[in-house]
């Protein structure tokens, strides 16, 4: 399995797959650990979170060239989100004692009962290339605080971001085990479900790969949260303010070249505004300056692999050739490196891939609507609901939109994002279950009643 340069498709380093005596004596490890790491008081768990966070912040910038190299994300946003890790483990060493508290509950007179919410053993995280230390830690950061222990698979092309994230648990001073990390192919993850010692499965993908994970993990009975595709609707009314409207749509579909779940994908302009609409965001598209993304100067950078490209393009193409408009951009750009342009399509049929069909990369559809409640109807109309967006100078109009939008998560005049202090979660074909905040944490624990009275006396 091989890093590949997707600027320079240059080979970065070759990994070994884990044969299953490895990967068995890893799950063995992990297992060990949990028996002794879930006693550990939870003062010291969230000591050790935050002296995590002291490593990314102290080895940032090493941290996120790496990223860089590996899947070409534009190396300003890898110093974010590096940032955005710290963060998160801020945010747990903080509260984890909080949201974990035992929760007393008066039932009957001479009773005490409450709620405890304890570990539940080992949870494997299959994580994706696109955020590849954010999806990590993001997941990390509370359960293994919760006092469970992580197992990661993630993708083979950031095989270099799994042992970084490794480094940043053991320099923190971390007991070996509570963070290991597998090195094989998605087709033998099943197997890894499968075993005894792993008690839930947490996957941040595809909508595939999630129905694939949901199939196993249910079959043996283990929780899982699912975290898959989107394509989010960027709902534009009649009164928003176009130039800075255009400006963060524009960012909304480039951010880590295009490559996220919760990008603003679809783009349903209101028909009073849509022609400006089109012009102005057409232009923020192609003002945005492609290139190296070891360039702080960058905006968008290549696509992660060459397959990923290719099947971006192969959308589009199919899409212009059902009918849809080329504004901008919809050619791969003749250069070393995976590199494709910021693409603008209109006039995009019902049935074109563009409509129908997530688009991870620079790839814009924009959509004609008559009023707000055809603006529903298409926003509503994808199996997919993650995220979505709601644009307008009149804030209560957006919110009282917000109630109609089918979506884990949706932002009136704001870009959809992530944030530990929030619960992130999707519906629909985008998933279910929990991420970050108070309830995130709870994911991933046994919510056990305890009922305890006085000894029975004597009759």
Known sequence: MKSINPATEEVIETHEEHDEATVDARLDAAWDRFESWRETPISRREKLLAAAADVLRENSDEYARLMTEEMGKPVEQAVSEVEKCAWVCDYYAEHAAEFLQDEHIGTVPGSKTYVSYEPIGPVLAVMPWNFPFWQVFRFAAPHITAGNVAVLKHAPNVFGCADAIASVFERAGYPDDVFTSLQIPAERVAGVIEDDRIRGVSLTGSTRAGRAVAETSGRELKPTVLELGGSDPFVVLDD?????????????????????????????????????????????MRALTVGDPTDPETDVGPQA??????????????????????????????????????????DVPDDAPARTEELFGPVATVIEVEDESEAV????????????????????????LTTKLTAGNVAVNHV???????????????????????????????????WVEDAPADE
């Open 240 to 284: 928003a303010p176009l130039d800075a409207t255009a400006k963060r749509a524009a960012r909304a579909r480039t951010q880590n070249n295009g490559q996220s779940c919760i990008a603003a994908k679809r783009f349903l302009v209101h028909e009073a505004v849509y022609d400006e609409f089109v012009e102005r965001f057409t232009e923020e």
């Open 377 to 400: 109807r298409v926003a509503n109309d994808t199996p997919y609901g993650l995220g979505a967006s709601v644009w307008t100078a009149d804030a209560e109009r957006g919110e009282a």
């Open 305 to 346: 692999r060459a397959d990923l490209m290719e099947t971006l393009h192969e959308q589009v193409a199919a899409s212009v050739e059902a009918g849809a408009t080329l504004r901008l951009g919809g050619e791969p750009l003749d250069r070393p490196g995976h590199y494709y342009p910021p693409t603008v399509l209109t």
């Open 416 to 450: 959809v994002a992530s944030d530990p202090r929030v619960p992130f979660s999707g519906t629909k074909d985008s998933g279910y279950g929990t991420e970050l905040s108070r309830h995130g944490i709870r994911e991933f624990v046994n919510t056990k009643t305890v």
